[in-house]
C-alpha cells in the first residue's frame, strides 16, 4: 500500500492541526494505520495507532489526551486530530501501515511508510 501524509504546518501553541493520511494501491481495511513523529534530533516515536476496523485505538502517553485518531475505510484514508499543540510536538509526522493485528507500537511492525509531514509548534 502506498500512503501520502499531508495537512502539516505552522501553528501557535494551543492551537489545532488535523494531519490525513491517503492510501492506494491495496486493501486499506487490511492495514493498521500508525502515525509516528521524528523530531530535531529524535528517534522516531509512536504517537498513535487505529486497528484494521477502527475499533482498537493506541496513544503515547505524550498525546494521550489532546490526539484522537480516526480511518473511512470506503475512502482509504486516516487521520489524526491534534488539539492543544505544544512547541515539543513539532516534529515529522509519518504515516504508516501495518498487517499485525496487535498493537504495533513500533516502526519495525510497519510494512509501509508516507513521506513525512512536518508540523512546527511556535510558543
Known amino acids: 500500500v502506498q500512503l501520502q501524509a499531508s495537512g502539516g504546518g505552522l501553528v501557535q501553541a494551543g492551537g489545532s492541526l488535523t494531519l490525513s493520511c491517503a492510501a492506494s494501491?491495496?486493501?486499506?481495511?487490511?492495514?493498521?494505520i500508525g502515525w509516528f513523529r521524528q523530531g530535531p534530533g529524535k528517534e522516531r516515536e509512536f504517537v498513535a495507532r487505529?486497528?484494521?476496523?477502527?475499533?482498537?485505538?493506541n496513544f503515547a502517553d505524550l498525546v494521550k489526551e489532546r490526539f484522537t485518531i480516526s480511518r473511512d475505510n470506503d475512502k482509504s484514508t486516516a487521520s489524526l486530530q491534534m488539539n492543544s499543540l505544544k512547541p515539543e510536538d513539532t516534529a515529522v509526522y509519518y504515516c504508516a501501515a501495518s498487517r499485525t493485528r496487535g498493537p504495533a507500537l513500533i516502526p519495525a511492525w510497519y510494512d509501509s511508510w508516507g513521506h513525512g509531514t512536518q508540523v512546527t509548534v511556535s510558543s
Open positions: 494501491g491495496r486493501t486499506f481495511s487490511d492495514y493498521a
Open positions: 487505529i486497528s484494521q476496523g477502527g475499533s482498537n485505538r
